[in-house]
């Protein structure tokens, strides 16, 4: 007999647990504030603009304007609960900051789902600079095809 494990377990946050956390973060607490971090926090790997409004509005059953979207997206990278990935596809991607992150951990982009995974920080390093210059961010992107892509090589 096979278990029923889940392959992907997605943790969910209550409310409640995200309105502490941008508490604790020292930020005022809005509506849609929590919804948005909530989202972020609740999904397995980083999202674009997009799939945070669809996942959002389906939470909340009500629309939500596209550019309060994201200036609140923009707010929770700025407070640093939040990063943001460009993979070469161009689009910007949202993910909440997990505690055990750093600012600087590499990303993978699967070329043939187009989806954006966290890595661990472990594998990288920072290149030597020349004298006096300074790192304000460093981005590192792996393109390559997923676990689940490399299984079904029916192109897409
Ligand atoms: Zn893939
Ligand atoms: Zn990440």
């Not at 309105?19 to 397995?44: C, P, W």
């Not at 923009?74 to 900051?97: K, P, Q």
């Not at 661990?120 to 393109?143: A, G, R």
Request: charged content about 20%; hydrophobic content about 35%; aromatic content about 6%.
């Amino acid at each position: 007999m096979k278990n029923h494990a889940h392959d992907t377990p997605s943790p969910t946050h209550s409310d409640a647990e995200v309105t502490q956390l941008l508490r604790d973060a020292g930020q005022r607490v809005t509506k849609l504030r929590v919804a948005v971090y909530r989202t972020l926090l609740d999904a397995e790997q980083p999202l674009s603009h997009p799939e945070v409004q669809h996942r959002l509005e389906s939470n909340i059953a009500s629309p939500v304007d596209r550019v309060s979207l994201y200036r609140n997206l923009e707010w929770l990278v700025d407070i640093g609960l939040a990063h943001r990935i460009t993979a070469d596809d161009r689009v910007w991607r949202f993910s909440a900051r997990r505690l055990e992150q750093s600012n600087q951990h590499p990303h993978f982009h699967c070329v043939s789902c187009g989806q954006v995974f966290c890595l661990p920080e472990s594998t990288v390093s920072t290149p030597t600079l020349p004298k006096d210059y300074s790192v304000i961010e460093m981005e590192l992107v792996v393109n390559g095809v997923c676990a689940h892509c490399g299984k079904n090589k029916t192109p897409h």
